[in-house]
């Protein structure tokens, strides 16, 4: 499977961007899809995840301000950033966990297909 994301960008604080990433190529099926970013030094971490049937999870420091979404028909996730911070600022990979592997969001993005990351900076 390839992904294709796109979306990131320069944007102030306090405003908004949505992020895409479209799956294509041979795919069995898709389970889980998810959004990670990692900032130079860090750790790669989940921003947001969803299964197959909708079930959405969160890192703790988005919530309330970030929505994950797919369009099944698309093999597509999103996700809608409000609000953002200059602590948003990340290169952003999208993460698809194909119909092979269990339909669960992976913190680390385990037998997930990565994307190529779209880079998000947010200026104070």
């Known amino acids: 499977v390839q992904l294709q994301a796109c979306g990131g960008g320069l944007v102030q604080a306090g405003g908004s961007l949505r992020l895409s990433c479209a799956a294509s190529?041979?795919?069995?099926?898709?389970?889980?899809m998810g959004w990670y970013r990692q900032t130079t030094g860090k750790e790669r971490e989940l921003v947001a995840g969803?299964?197959?049937?909708?079930?959405?999870n969160y890192a703790d420091s988005v919530k309330g301000r970030f929505t994950i979404s797919r369009d099944n028909a698309k093999n597509t996730v999103y996700l809608q950033m409000n609000s953002l911070k200059p602590e948003d600022t990340a290169v952003y990979y999208c993460?698809?966990?194909?119909?092979?592997?269990?339909?669960?969001?992976?913190?680390?993005?385990?037998?997930?297909?990565w994307g190529q990351g779209t880079q998000l900076t947010v200026s104070s």
């Open positions: 190529g041979s795919i069995f099926s898709i389970n889980a």
């Open positions: 993460n698809v966990r194909e119909g092979y592997y269990s339909d669960y969001v992976d913190r680390s993005g385990l037998f997930g297909s």
């Open positions: 969803m299964t197959s049937g909708g079930s959405a």
